[in-house]
């Protein structure tokens, strides 16, 4: 990692960019120079939070970690509903494991909207 991104956000600063997404609608590729850090680690704090960093009504997909497949989000969420961990789901899947928690946090994120816009 290079020198000019620092390792550790602070409370704080991640609260900081889950607002700059929600109610500023910042795109990640923006917030993350005003931290220091990587757009990735931006998504991932946006996701660990509950907080989609993309937009999904504008994805053509390419913004999916590895271009999972609707199979892939299926199995994966079947494996999480037996009980794997993401690590585990990984293995089984045969896919890196960071891409796929990454993705498994983004069809938690995902599922949840979809419950709150439903009720």
């Known amino acids: 990692m290079s020198d000019k991104y620092r390792r550790k956000l602070l409370p704080e600063q991640i609260a900081e960019i889950i607002r700059l997404r ?40 390419a913004h ?5 497949s609707p199979e892939e989000d299926e199995r994966m969420l079947e494996l999480g509903r037996q009980g794997l961990s993401p690590f585990k789901i990984a ?14 946090l983004t069809l938690e994120v995902r599922a949840e909207k979809a419950l709150e816009v439903a009720a």
Not at 64 to 68: E, I, K, L, M, S
Not at 93 to 100: F, N, Q
Request: net charge positive; hydrophobic share 30%.
């Open 22 to 61: 929600e109610e500023k609608r910042k795109q990640p590729a923006v917030i993350a120079p005003l931290f220091g850090v990587t757009e990735s680690t931006v998504n991932y704090h946006l996701l660990r939070n509950g907080v989609d960093p993309w937009d999904p009504e504008k994805s053509n997909g």
């Open 64 to 68: 999916q970690p590895n271009g999972f």
């Open 91 to 104: 293995k089984a899947i045969g896919r890196a494991k960071t891409s796929t928690l990454i993705r498994i």
